[in-house]
């Protein structure tokens, strides 16, 4: 079992930068590939970001490539998101999610565990 607390949202505005945070409880956080999604209002889900257990290989969604950075620290159970060059569409609530046998990245069916989700807006 593995709980999933997110941080680090906020307002900013368009051009401005947050990070987040997504805190794990358990001592085997290093076993789970880890994701984010976000989720803006009468939007569907969608990915954003991941990252492998061991943090080697990273992820990313086109809308986001070359802005966004997703890193982990395994010794801190927590896996971060570094949103930088931020525009008002990359406004939504964003979740982290975390699975052992993921298949697919992007599809948020292959991660077992989500967190509770952060609000980020940007304005224009």
């Known amino acids: 079992q593995v709980q999933l607390v997110e941080s680090g949202g906020g ?3 368009a051009g401005g930068s947050l990070r987040l ?9 290093g076993n789970y590939a880890v994701g984010w999604f976000r989720q803006a209002p009468g939007k569907e889900r969608e990915f954003v970001a991941a990252v492998t257990r061991s943090g080697g290989s990273t992820l990313y969604a086109d809308s ?7 890193s982990r620290d395994n010794a801190k159970n927590t896996v ?7 525009k008002p569409e990359d406004t939504a609530v964003y979740y982290c999610c975390a699975g052992v046998s993921v298949l ?3 599809n948020r ?16």
């Open 11 to 13: 307002l900013v505005q």
């Open 21 to 29: 945070s997504c805190a794990a409880s358990g001592r085997t956080f």
């Open 64 to 70: 986001v490539k070359g802005r966004f950075t997703i």
């Open 80 to 86: 971060y998101l570094q949103m930088n060059r931020l």
């Open 104 to 106: 697919s990245y992007s």
């Open 109 to 124: 069916r292959s991660y077992d565990y989500w967190g509770q989700g952060t609000q980020v807006t940007v304005s224009a």
